[in-house]
């Protein structure tokens, strides 16, 4: 049973940090590729950022650019999605996933694998 789960969302203020948490089991996270979207009420999934497989290449949006940084802890089977200056057009739920021998797809269809999401409320 293959189970991805999210965790460390929560409310914080503008120009603050929060740190997300994607964790698997059921799988090795090193063989995945691990992508973060976000979606906020109303509008569609937006990719926020992905790694690749073998971790050795990172991908943002082009609204996190600069300020959102992914990680990856083998030994833990968790990806990190690190939050910097964030802003009140953060505020979402984010939601991490996992593909097979992903190289880091900003393409949702391409998951194999979702968590439920973590909201991320950041107040102005």
């Known amino acids: 049973q293959v189970q991805v789960v999210e965790s460390g969302g929560g409310l914080v203020q503008a120009g603050k940090s929060l740190k997300l948490a994607c964790a698997a089991s059921g799988l090795t996270v090193s063989p995945f590729g691990t992508g973060w979207f976000r979606q906020a009420p109303g509008k569609e999934r937006e990719f926020v950022g992905a790694?690749?497989?073998?971790?050795?290449?990172?991908y943002y949006g082009d609204s996190v650019k600069g300020r959102f940084a992914i990680s990856r802890d083998d030994a833990k089977n968790t990806v990190y999605l690190q939050m910097t200056s964030l802003k009140p057009e953060d505020s979402a739920v984010y939601y991490c996933?996992?593909?097979?021998?992903?190289?880091?797809?900003?393409?949702?269809?391409?998951?194999?694998?979702w968590g439920q999401g973590t909201q991320v409320t950041v107040s102005s």
């Open positions: 790694i690749s497989w073998s971790g050795g290449a990172t």
């Open positions: 996933a996992a593909e097979n021998y992903g190289e880091g797809d900003n393409r949702p269809h391409k998951y194999n694998y």
